[in-house]
């Protein structure tokens, strides 16, 4: 099953558009468990698992496990998801850019070493950085777009033939990359004007949407901007509001709950 199958199959299984990121960070995971990377497998083994029934996608971070030298426990964790949760989407968020023999080493280790089923790609290098990626049959390529950080207007918005970048960069994915394999979109939800735009242009191309939770984005702005024909279309990222819902020992049974709140919340205002 290819990147788009397995998602739409995830939204329907799951009744949900929740992605759940995992970004673990020492300094905000339970005491015990941030002092060593065994100590990280075990949180985020737990988060999933605590939320995997409201959750159509995962979304490990490989910053915050590099940073720890915890890339064993990554790939554990990655089998863990396809294992014991098979229906969610794993996306790997590398936000990877390169050209030729090291792109294609990066598309290897996306989906051949962590076997993820999507990786995100900064496609500011042009097509033929992606290319490696799109190579991969079946696997989701994940280009940035309209990103949510506060300061990506200062190139994403620049005007390029009359219209800002990240609208080219929009067509680009549906009128080009699309026919070379499976496309996604990262568009923030802290932008939702822009997001309905980015919509408008890539019909029902589905969309990581970050943003949501700690970044202040709002859910039912989110929803109703960038939702496709059928009402679904978006993996809605949310990390830090669910993985630290508690420091304590209750930190999977909180985490369970944000996640259903969330989810929740999500589907009120589809």
Known sequence: MGFHDKLRSAWTATDSMLCVGLDPDPARMPAGLASDPEGVFEFCAGIVDATA????????????????????QLERLCAHIRDRHPHAVLVLDAKRGDIGPTAEKYADEA?????????????????????????HAGKGVIVLCRTSNPGSGDFQSLEVNGEPLYEQVARMAVDRWSSLGEIALVVGATYPIELARVRAIVGDLPLLVPGIGAQGGDVEATVRAGRDSSG???????????????????????????????RAQINASA
């Open 53 to 72: 029934h409201v959750a159509c996608a995962f979304k490990p971070q490989i910053a915050y496990f590099a940073a720890m030298r915890a890339e064993d």
């Open 111 to 135: 989906f051949r070493r962590y076997e993820a089923d999507a990786v995100t790609v900064n496609p500011y290098l042009g097509t033929d950085s992606l290319e490696p990626f799109l190579a």
């Open 232 to 262: 679904r279309g978006m993996m809605i990222n949310s990390s830090r509001a669910i993985l630290y819902a508690s420091a304590g020992d209750d930190w999977a049974a909180a985490a369970r709950v944000a996640a259903e709140t969330t």
